[in-house]
C-alpha cells in the first residue's frame, strides 16, 4: 500500500478516532508511534493490538502542550525507526459551557491542547520533514471549526483556528514536499460525544442529510487518503467528513 517502511506519529492514539486511524495505517503498513496522556498501560494495550498487523510500534506517554515532550517523541521516532513520515494530530478535548458561563480554565485548557497542542507537535516533526523532503500532516479539525455550535466557543474557536494553522503550514512547507491537510469531522460515534443527552443526538441526527452519524472508520479511510501518495497534489484543503452537514 506504499507506507511500509514509514513511520507514523499519532497524538491521542490511545483509543477513539485516533485508536482507529492508527489501525488503520498500520493494515497499510507504516510503523506506529501512538501518544498519549492516557496511563502508560492504556497506551501499551492500545499498542500491543496494533502490532498483530505485524508492524512495529512505540507507545509513548506524552502531552501535546509540552514542546520538550514532543520533541523527545520526534527524537525517539528518528532513533527507532529513522524517519517521520507522517504526523496526524488528532488529540483533542472538549470543556462545553455557554460562553456566559465559561471559565478562564476551560477556555485555555481546551485552546491549549487543541490549537497550541497541533503547533508544538507539527514543530517537533517539521525540520525531520523537511530534512526528508517528504511528509503528510494530517489535522484533526471539526466541522463546528467551520459552523460554530452554542456551547462550544472554546472547541469551535480551537478547531477553527486549526483550519488557519493547516493552511499556513501548507503554504510554508510545500516547497519541501510536505503536504499539510485537516479533516473536519461532524458528528462521529466515540468516547467524546456518549455522554450526550438522547434529545441533543436526536437534533443532530436532523442535520445529517445521510441520517446517520459517522463511525471512526469513516473518518480513518480519509486520513488514510490523505497520508497516501494519491492525495499527493493535495495541500491546505479542508475535507468535510459530516454526512452533509453543514453544505
Ligand atoms: P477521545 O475518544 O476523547 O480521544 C482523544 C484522546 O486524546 C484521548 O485518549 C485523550 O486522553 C487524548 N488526549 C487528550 N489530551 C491530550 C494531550 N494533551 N496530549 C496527548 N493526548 C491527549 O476523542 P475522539 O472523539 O476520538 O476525538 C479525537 C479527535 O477528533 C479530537 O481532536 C476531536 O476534537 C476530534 N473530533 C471528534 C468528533 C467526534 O464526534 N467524536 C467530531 C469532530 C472532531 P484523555 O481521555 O485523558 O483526555
Redesign the pocket.
Known sequence: MGFEGKAAII??A?????GEIAIALAKAGADIVL????PQEEIDAAAKEIEATGVRTLALK????SMDQMNEVAAKTVETFGNISILIN????TRDSLALRMTDEQWDLVIA??LK?TFVATRAVMRQMMKQRAGKIVN?A??VGVMGNAGQANYSASKAGIIGLTKSMAKELAARNINVNAVA????A????DHLADNVKEQMLAQIPLKRFGSVEDVSRAVKFLCSEDSAYVTGHVLHITGGMGM
Not at 35 to 38: F, G, K, P, S, T
Not at 62 to 65: G, K, L, R, S, Y
Not at 190 to 193: D, E, G, K, S, V
Request: glycine share 18%; charged share 10%; net charge negative.
Open positions: 497524538t491521542g490511545a483509543r477513539g478516532i485516533g501518544v498519549d496522556v492516557l506524552a502531552d501535546v502542550t488528532n488529540a483533542g478535548i491542547v487543541n497542542g484533526i471539526s466541522i469531522p461532524g458528528f462521529i466515540t468516547a467524546m460525544t
